[in-house]
């Protein structure tokens, strides 16, 4: 064996060899560095792991090395007369994940085996040891191996949870394997008839029961189950169907887990929320619209009254808008279905004009030839927008028409009158904007704030030219300026 001996500075070193054991003094105040190397000679025993190392590597024996030990990843001996004590160089194998000496009549397991981070599969079971390392037995007790195997005649474990072969099991005082619930430190253990703790989904008498990692039975509560979640009432029993919960309905499906979205049954139609939650009353999916009635049912291919309002639906549950049943009916933009009188727009030039723009082709028609005026420039066309609207309704206004001065120049002079009272806005109106930055023609209410119009900023609005603004207010949302007045032709 060499040894070397370093002395930097004041600091010194020394070496106390006894065994293999080392002891160090130095002194704690110094600016030491230091350096130890030791070599020493490997000279392997004689023995059944040794020369099964030199046999998978394909060496003499008396040339192994230490290193040869790290190559060994799995060891199968199992039903081998090998008898006597493991050998301590089994705790050389440090990268050894796979170990199995089942029936080989050993006696003795050495501490060192605890040192293998990398082993997670053991089987030392029907061999004739008595007793195991205590620290050996503490993993096992952990269930810090995968598998583990070592149960036999001759060998007793502690009473208490041991993970065995892949499962928890309960050793009593005898090192027999409780196959029944038991109660510990108030805890409650169920096991199965083979002496392993439920973990998991159980059928019991055609019902599920779902037991947690540490053979809890879950009663009386939601739980998680490889994403899904599932509904377990106070005898444990997993619950499917519809359920109410705490005041709340949910629809739990014919495996258990909990429904979500829209969700068909017995051929009528639901909706729950992300969790879980039926809704009932109206629901907003982007532009779409649809109503559940009191009973959670979508409805759908009918007319309803909804708070004192008639709404049509389609035959899929999509809500009607924006459509002319007959010349007197229309489904506004807001799904209300309204009766036209002779005063729902100010004079028949703005309810022709409104009329005119419910069609998604006039729509589209009239935004080309806004482009078309302002020779193929798609922005700023809201003028000549607005005043081909009006060209084709009636009211003549010269092409070249392009701002909102003198737009609005040419609305007085054709009779119309301004009015910021917008409790009195009506289809078909013209709305200005402060600083006179846009002019855009009202459809129609969606609520207090925002009303449905028409414009030729369609690049804002997910490509609608009909669509919805804020009248009121500036709107960050879509970068838009609140309406200050609006035009309405009286005659």
Request: charged share 25%.
């Amino acid at each position: 064996m060499k040894k070397k001996l370093f002395i930097i500075g004041t600091a010194v070193l020394m070496t106390i060899c006894s065994g293999s054991v080392q002891a160090f003094a130095y002194d704690n105040n110094a600016n030491t560095k230091i350096e130890i190397s030791e070599e020493e000679k490997f000279e392997p025993e004689r023995n059944w792991l040794n020369m099964e190392v030199a046999d998978q590597l394909n060496k003499k024996f008396n040339e192994l090395t230490k290193e040869d030990f790290l190559k060994i990843k799995k060891l199968d001996l199992h039903y081998k007369r090998l008898e006597g004590e493991l050998p301590e160089t089994i705790g050389l194998m440090k990268n050894l994940e796979y170990l199995n000496l089942n029936y080989c009549k050993l006696t003795k397991i050495p501490d060192n085996i605890t040192e293998l981070t990398k082993l997670t599969y053991i089987d030392l079971g029907d061999n004739k040891f008595r007793e195991l390392p205590e620290k050996f037995e503490e993993k096992i007790i952990k269930g810090e191996y995968q598998y583990v195997d070592v149960e036999s005649s001759e060998v007793r474990l502690k009473e208490g949870l041991h993970f065995l072969k892949g499962n928890w099991t309960y050793l009593d005082r005898h090192g027999d394997r409780v196959k029944e619930t038991i109660t510990v430190d108030g805890k409650t253990y169920n096991f199965n008839e083979d002496g392993t703790l439920k973990i998991g989904w159980q059928k019991e008498s055609d019902k599920w029961f779902y037991y947690d990692t540490s053979g809890e039975l879950i009663k009386n509560t939601w739980k998680t189950i490889n994403s899904k979640k599932y509904y377990f009432n106070e005898n444990g029993e997993m619950l499917t169907g519809f359920v109410d919960i705490n005041s709340k309905k949910y629809y739990l499906n014919p495996n258990g887990d909990m429904a979500s979205g829209l969700t068909e049954i017995d051929n009528k139609k639901y909706y729950f929320d992300s969790n879980g939650i039926m809704l009932k009353g109206w629901l907003n999916e982007g532009n779409n619209r649809y109503y559940f009635d009191e009973n959670g049912v979508m409805v759908s291919g009918r007319d309803m009254i909804i708070d004192g309002k008639n709404y049509k639906f389609y035959s899929n549950g999509l809500l009607v808008k924006n459509t002319w049943i007959d010349d007197n009916t229309y489904v506004q933009p807001n799904g209300e279905v309204a009766t036209i009188s002779s005063n729902y727009s100010h004079s028949n030039v703005q309810y022709n004009a409104f009329k005119y723009m419910t069609n998604t082709s006039n729509q589209l028609s009239v935004h080309n030839k806004a482009v078309e005026l302002h020779d193929g420039d798609t922005s700023n066309n809201c003028v000549y927008f607005l005043s081909e609207v009006l060209r084709r309704n009636g009211i003549w206004l010269p092409e070249q028409t392009c701002n909102t001065y003198e737009l609005e120049g040419l609305l007085k002079e054709k009779g119309f009158i301004a009015s910021s009272d917008f409790t009195q806005l009506k289809p078909g109106d013209i709305l200005y904007t402060n600083g006179h930055t846009h002019v855009y023609l009202f459809m129609g209410w969606r609520d207090n704030q925002y009303a449905y119009i028409v414009d030729n900023q369609r690049d804002k609005f997910d490509n609608e030219i009909f669509h919805i603004r804020n009248v009121y207010n500036d709107d960050s949302t879509y970068s838009t300026d609140r309406a200050i007045y609006f035009y309405y032709y009286p005659y």
